[in-house]
Structure formats: structure tokens, C-alpha cells
């Protein structure tokens, strides 16, 4: 997370999951977005053998666990450019809806902030809302842009 930005940060979660963030500041200062979801375009044939499950499209990389584990991101990944040859951002031009903002899910610190951003009405962002049944904060037009975002 003290990397260069634009480059993966990947680590291992209670042992289980392997967590993929994208380093978002100047190398020294932590600062990282956790890729929760994303919409499957790809290899949706090797992204269900790696899940080991039937799963429908948007359900294969629902979570950030499953989601490294359909990409077959793992701790090799730490510290990859984002504009590399295996892990790569890209703009496709996708219209996404709404972005929705709201409190952190799975954790207790931070909650009070509005950190967690999603696609309001995509059908691969998780369902969960979090503790005692947050809602989204505030929404804006994805075409706006979302830009940072500080409590």
C-alpha cells in the first residue's frame, strides 16, 4: 500500500481470501482502493474453473474473494503495474448507472466515512450493505465522476 500508484497491492485476508486493492498515492503515503466486484466481460469459462462453481455472469467475481480467485490473482500479483501484461485497467466506455456512496462493509473502522463506492444497480456488486443495514449515503451520475472522496 506504500507503492507506486497504479499498482496492485494484494495480500492474504484471515488466511483465506486474497484481497486486490489499487495503490491510489505517491509511493510513502498508504492510501488503496479495494476492487470489490466487477462485471465479467472474458474468459468467463476459466473464471467458473477457477471458482469451481456454475455460476451465473455476475456472480463469478461478486466479492473481492471471489474475484481474485476467478482472476487467479494471488500474492505473485503484489506490486504488478496496472498497466502491465497480466493485471491491466481499462476503459471500455461502459456505462455503469448511478455510483452510489456509502459507509465500509466488513470492517468496524472508518464506518462513520462514506468510502465505499458501487455501481447502485449493477447485478455484480455485492448485496450486503454492512452493519445494522446501511444505506447509501449519497449518489451522484456516473458521468460525473466520483473523484476522491475524504470524510
Known amino acids: 500500500m506504500y507503492g ?9 485476508n484471515y488466511g483465506i481470501h486474497w484481497m486486490m486493492n489499487i ?3 505517491a509511493k510513502g ?7 470489490r466486484a466487477l ?8 473464471m467458473r474453473r477457477r471458482r469451481g462453481v456454475a455460476a451465473g455472469d455476475h456472480e463469478l467475481c461478486r466479492g473481492p474473494g471471489n474475484l481474485t480467485k476467478a482472476m487467479r490473482i494471488t500474492l505473485t500479483e503484489n506490486g504488478a503495474d496496472l498497466l502491465g501484461p497480466r493485471l491491466y485497467l481499462e476503459d471500455r466506455g461502459l456505462d455503469i448507472g448511478e455510483v452510489a456512496w456509502g459507509p465500509r462493509i466488513g470492517i468496524n473502522v472508518g464506518t462513520e466515512h462514506p468510502w465505499r463506492a ?8 455485492s448485496r450486503g450493505l454492512g ?11 456516473a458521468s460525473a465522476g466520483a473523484g476522491r472522496r475524504r470524510g
Open 29 to 35: 503515503s498508504p492510501a488503496a482502493v479495494l476492487i
Open 131 to 141: 452493519p445494522r443495514g446501511a444505506r447509501p449515503r449519497a449518489r451522484i451520475p
Open 23 to 25: 495503490v491510489t498515492e
Open 39 to 46: 462485471a465479467p466481460i472474458d474468459g468467463l469459462e476459466a
Open 118 to 125: 458501487w455501481a447502485s444497480a449493477h447485478p455484480a456488486v
Open 4 to 12: 507506486e500508484p497504479g499498482h496492485a497491492y494484494v495480500y492474504l
